[in-house]
């Protein structure tokens, strides 16, 4: 088992920047592939980026592409993203998710998650 902990959500301008952070406990952090979804309001869930356990691979969602950086600290079982450049449409319940196999983060539902942290962009 996975526990997942998100931190670091709350109201930004439009422009403005926020990191958040996904703590892990229970069985090995750094032998699992991370990821970042969002849900907005009214909205499905959608993939915003990925990492591999050793952090040499990301993959993200267009949308955020050169905006948005995932990292990882897999001494401190610790994952991060940097959100930069915030826009209205970013706002959302952003979770952090984990699953041993990466093609799994970046395609389907990861194993587990966090239970969400919310952003808010306002204009």
């Known amino acids: 088992q996975v526990q997942l902990v998100e931190s670091g959500g709350g109201l930004v301008q439009v422009g403005g920047s926020l990191r958040l952070s996904c703590a892990a406990s229970?069985?090995?952090?750094?032998?699992?592939?991370m990821g970042w979804f969002r849900q907005a309001p009214g909205k499905e869930r959608e993939f915003v980026v990925a990492?591999?356990?050793?952090?040499?691979?990301?993959y993200y969602a267009d949308s955020v592409k050169g905006r948005f950086t995932i990292s990882r600290d897999n001494a401190k079982d610790t994952v991060y993203l940097q959100m930069n450049s915030l826009k209205p449409e970013d706002t959302a319940v952003y979770y952090c998710?984990?699953?041993?196999?990466?093609?799994?983060?970046?395609?389907?539902?990861?194993?587990?998650w966090g239970q969400g942290t919310q952003v808010t962009v306002s204009s």
């Open positions: 998710a984990a699953d041993s196999e990466l093609i799994v983060v970046v395609t389907a539902t990861p194993h587990y």
């Open positions: 229970g069985r090995s952090f750094s032998s699992y592939a």
């Open positions: 990492i591999a356990w050793s952090g040499a691979s990301t």
